[in-house]
């Protein structure tokens, strides 16, 4: 539901959803606890219930500052795995270059036809959090064809043990990216997340300040920040999905350097 909603749903209209509606609904929340309880009572709270607060506060914004944190290298991770297989597919494509013909050819197009198929189409599965059999089947044709080569002498053999190790490179960093494509938050991090949010938004309403306007203006501002933390959670959560993803560009490059067909 989420990957639906991230690749979907534009990026002003879930910014409205999860940030502006909260924050409205928050202030429409103090003036109607203001009508119904009243300034004196709620004006009654306000010193203990101002040290609560804060224990409260300090609480949630620790646990939404360290999630923050964890989903922003969770997408550094993801960008360093791509920029790493993009740089082995360069070094195997240029270490099987002096093998002998045909072989040395026919592993660059496949090498080719392998980073098409991870851009076209992997990048397009990892945005559900999925495979690419395309991709998978190229990389399988690829092992196939390099491990079938045999080497004639001995600085080919060192050439195709070389190129081995490589392609062990590609295939582990294509298995960390895959995977990084699949790990989110999980639901127990994202209740806690919302349950928090709503107790210490649900704190603000029972304070009393001599201005109900103001304090709804605080109340929706306080609301729109932790709103607006949620939202980056969210957006982040998933490396290879929605508006702030890591984007295909090394394979452009790799790509770029490898003459022969279309990109």
């Known amino acids: 539901?989420?990957?639906?909603?991230l690749t979907n749903v534009p990026t002003w209209v879930l910014v409205l959803l999860v940030i502006v509606v909260p924050a409205?609904?928050?202030m429409g929340a103090v003036w109607l606890v203001r009508r119904r309880v009243g300034l004196e009572?709620?004006?009654?709270?306000?010193?203990?219930?101002?040290?609560?607060?804060?224990?409260?506060?300090?609480?949630?914004?620790?646990?939404?500052?360290f999630t923050v944190v964890v989903v922003w290298e969770?997408?550094?991770?993801?960008?360093?795995v791509v920029n790493e297989e993009a740089a082995s597919l360069i070094s195997l494509y240029h270490t099987v270059r002096p093998l002998p013909e045909p072989g040395?050819?026919?592993v660059q197009?496949?090498?080719?036809?392998?980073?098409?198929?991870?851009?076209d189409d992997e990048?397009?599965?990892?945005?559900?959090?999925?495979?690419?059999?395309?991709a998978e089947a190229a990389l399988a044709s690829l092992w196939q064809t390099l491990t079938a080569f045999e080497p004639a002498t001995d600085g080919q053999n060192d050439l195709h043990t070389e190129a081995i190790a490589r392609l062990s490179e590609v295939s582990r960093q294509r298995l960390l990216r895959v995977q990084a494509s699949e790990q989110n938050v999980s639901g127990l991090f994202w209740a806690v997340l919302l349950g928090g949010a709503v107790v210490t938004i649900g704190f603000a309403l029972f304070f009393g300040m001599p201005s109900v306007r103001m304090q709804a203006v605080m109340t929706g501002l306080m609301t729109a920040m932790i709103a607006a933390s949620l939202f980056l959670i969210l957006v982040l959560d998933r490396p290879f999905t929605g508006s702030v993803r890591t984007e295909p560009e090394a394979y452009e490059h790799v790509l770029a350097l490898m003459p022969g067909g279309a990109n």
Do not use: C, K
């Not at 607060?53 to 949630?60: Q, R």
């Not at 969770?74 to 360093?80: D, F, N, P, R, S």
């Not at 197009?109 to 851009?119: D, S």
């Not at 990048?123 to 395309?134: F, K, Q």
């Open 104 to 106: 040395a050819t026919l």
């Open 123 to 134: 990048w397009e599965t990892m945005a559900h959090g999925e495979p690419s059999p395309r």
């Open 41 to 65: 009572a709620l004006a009654a709270n306000n010193e203990v219930g101002g040290i609560l607060f804060a224990i409260t506060g300090t609480i949630y914004a620790i646990f939404l500052a």
């Open 24 to 26: 409205l609904l928050a």
């Open 74 to 80: 969770e997408l550094g991770q993801a960008e360093t």
């Open 109 to 119: 197009q496949e090498l080719r036809a392998y980073t098409l198929a991870v851009r």
């Open 1 to 5: 539901m989420i990957d639906w909603v």
